[in-house]
């Protein structure tokens, strides 16, 4: 049976609709996250804080852009502003060839973990990744040779912790135990960070 003019008409204006709304959530969730001033802030005075606008921009570009808690990381981090400024868009990439890789699968997670736990660290996830960095709007940007070269950083133990869980001192005082014990393995190049984040199962 065909169906009727109106019929089609009608799904035409439903398809419109849903393509202008999905343009305006992609709009909104590629702007910068200001931080607002009226919400309450648990860690404020906590001298490992990371700045709110750094918190809530670092992981911009990753799926779930979580919110930063800490990281060992000393990359200068900046939000670019201004006509025409580009972000640096974070992406994740897996490790293949580090020489922790052998030693996280013969006990060394199990002890980061009860790091974690001795210091007061709600983690919820742990992970060994790399973010590799490029510029917001890259393939538009290919006379730039800043973003023709995107970054990539160093093997980061990244841990999730459960939102307000964590104090920023925390976390800091579990990854300089972190970065101790892999120094006792002669291994000086990896970073650990937090982000606040929630594990679902699917």
């Not at 393509?19 to 919400?39: C, G, H, L, M, T």
């Not at 860690?43 to 809530?56: I, Q, T």
């Not at 025409?84 to 996280?104: N, Q």
Request: proline letters at 9%.
């Amino acid at each position: 049976m065909p169906f009727s003019d109106e019929f089609l008409q009608e799904c035409i204006r439903i398809s419109r609709e849903h393509d202008i709304a999905k343009a305006q959530r992609d709009a909104e969730a590629s702007r910068p996250r200001v931080p607002d001033a009226s919400a309450p802030n648990p860690w404020a005075g906590d001298p490992h804080a990371v700045p709110a606008e750094e918190a809530l921009n670092y992981y911009a570009g990753l799926p779930s852009w979580p919110p930063l808690l800490y990281r060992t990381s000393t990359e200068p981090w900046s939000l670019r502003t201004g006509p025409g400024a580009r972000r640096r868009l974070r992406e994740l990439r897996p490790v293949y060839d580090h020489p922790m890789l052998d030693l996280w699968n013969d006990g060394l997670c199990a002890r980061v973990s009860g790091i974690m736990d001795a210091h007061q660290v709600h983690l919820t996830t742990i992970d060994i990744v790399r973010f590799m960095e490029v510029l917001e709007g890259e393939d538009e940007g290919q006379n730039d040779p800043e973003a023709r070269k995107p970054a990539i950083g160093p093997v980061t133990i990244w841990v999730g912790v459960a939102p307000a869980s964590t104090s920023p001192t925390a976390a800091h005082d579990a990854a300089a135990a972190v970065l101790a014990l892999l120094a006792e393995h002669q291994i000086t190049d990896v970073d650990v960070a937090f982000r606040e984040s929630v594990y679902r199962l699917l």
